[in-house]
């Protein structure tokens, strides 16, 4: 397959889940109890830790041919550096945990699918913008990143921080879009925000540094694990320095 974009700097390996249905049983489809739409094969399938520029190929490769509003995609994410997760856990103590501006991160990443959804013209109606504005319950605004971290606990946020279970960053507010183009199209979208956006910062060491630049991590497994069935596939790697 041919690979796509420029190597990207900060981001080691990409996983993603696809929510839905598909008329041939798909390899590895698990269960989704949040899964509601009607077809013949219904759940979600998960890619295993593939490098950035391989993600566009595999969602064309793999996308359900049946979604509906409660269907989702998830962008797993893992970083070359523990400076850069921690940095994108960065939290804003002067606002409230439930708001947007509580991580700068997630901020920054909401307004630039923004800018993507316009550019791409999509629909008002779509659930594209309705998740966008925390009004989903498995994607809501604002979070815990430290309690996500530590105890991998309230995930259901806009991102989630589980690196204490999967080694990523777990984006979690893209809806299934219709046709696949515009969900791999948004995918390489999210992809390259968050390298624009580990670009953009001067690197200093926020509040929850301390707590993680020096832990003595060994070597991790990326775990993509089904939401319902909790079964794990890994890809050995070696932890983030």
């Known amino acids: 397959m041919a690979k796509r974009g420029r190597k990207p700097r900060r981001i080691d390996r990409v996983g993603i889940e696809l929510e839905g ?22 759940g979600e399938v998960v890619s295993a830790p593939i490098p950035p520029n ?5 969602v064309m490769e793999h996308y359900p041919h049946h979604v509906n509003s409660t269907c989702g995609i998830h962008v797993h994410f893992s970083t070359r550096s523990k400076l850069d997760y921690a940095l994108l856990m960065e ?9 947007v501006d509580y991580v700068p ?36 605004l604002g979070g ?18 589980c ?22 199209s948004a995918i390489d979208w999210t992809i390259r925000s968050v390298e624009r956006y580990l670009g953009t910062l001067v690197t200093n060491v926020p509040s929850v540094m301390f707590s993680l630049a020096n832990l003595e991590l060994p070597t991790i497994e990326l775990n993509q694990v089904d939401s319902v069935e909790k079964t794990p596939y890994t890809l050995t790697m070696e932890s983030p320095t």
């Open 21 to 42: 249905g598909w008329n041939d049983r798909p390899h590895g489809l698990k269960g989704d109890a949040s899964v509601s739409v009607t077809a013949e094969y219904v």
């Open 54 to 58: 391989r993600a566009h190929d595999w």
């Open 91 to 99: 939290t804003d103590r002067e606002n409230d945990s439930d708001s």
């Open 105 to 140: 991160f997630q901020k920054y990443l909401i307004e630039s699918l923004q800018r993507w959804g316009q550019r791409m013209h999509i629909a008002q109606s779509s659930p594209f913008w309705s998740r966008l504005s925390g009004n989903n319950q498995y994607c809501k």
């Open 144 to 161: 815990y990143p430290e309690g996500q971290f530590f105890e991998n606990t309230s995930r259901y946020h806009v991102t989630n921080y």
């Open 163 to 184: 690196y204490s279970r999967h080694g990523t960053v777990e984006i979690r507010v893209l809806p299934a879009f219709k046709h696949a183009r515009f969900a791999a």
